[in-house]
């Protein structure tokens, strides 16, 4: 009856410890927001240099990590430049892109655009699918204007907690 005991017992303490090492496995595979800022600015650092959006084209490209990417919309143009991850927006009207609510993402795309160039950037929240799932989860991206083009970059993270005004500050720090 011990020895049962015993392997029940070591084979409890194995799942626990395969769901408990799964789940911070996982955990690092979401991006942060302190990551989000330095991506977007590497980014924007790098199209202003370059004016290359082919990089930003790219599924596999270095702009894709985690469960987030880097996108790029043109303000003169008021149209999604790139997209990585969804090719079918590139093109596509800023004002008519909406979140999985329904809700339009730039409203005003002047002033999304005069709010991403300013030297803090912005951030926006909605709801968008996690890559490979159909349902939105709450999205915060944080935007940025890439100095000497048309060009804004943006990604984003999942979280249910953050607040933009906490957000902000974080981005305004150099």
């Not at 009856?1 to 410890?17: C, E, G, N, Q, T």
């Not at 469960?67 to 997209?83: E, G, Q």
């Not at 090719?87 to 339009?104: A, M």
């Not at 890439?146 to 804004?152: H, L, N, R, S």
Request: charged share 25%; aromatic share 10%; glycine share 8%.
């Amino acid at each position: 009856m011990r020895v049962k005991s015993s392997k029940i017992l070591v084979v409890l303490a194995v799942a626990f410890l395969i769901v408990a090492l799964s789940s911070v496995a996982v955990g690092q595979d979401k991006a942060t927001a302190q990551e989000v800022i330095a991506k977007v600015r590497e980014a924007a650092s790098t199209l202003s240099k370059t004016g290359d959006l082919g990089p930003f084209k790219q599924e596999q490209g270095p702009w894709v990590w985690k469960d987030t990417y880097v996108f790029v919309h043109d303000c003169d143009k008021k149209v999604v430049a790139a997209n990585p991850t969804h090719p079918e927006l590139v093109g596509q009207d800023t004002k008519s892109i909406k979140d999985t609510r329904g809700k339009n993402l730039y409203p005003d795309p002047q002033a999304f655009c005069d709010a991403a160039k300013k030297p803090s950037g912005t951030w926006i929240e909605y709801w968008w699918a996690k890559p490979g799932e159909k349902e939105g989860s709450r999205k915060i991206s944080y935007y940025l204007g890439a100095k000497g083009t048309p060009y804004v970059v943006g990604a984003g993270f999942y979280d249910d907690k953050a607040t933009i005004a906490e957000l902000s500050k974080l981005s305004s720090k150099k």
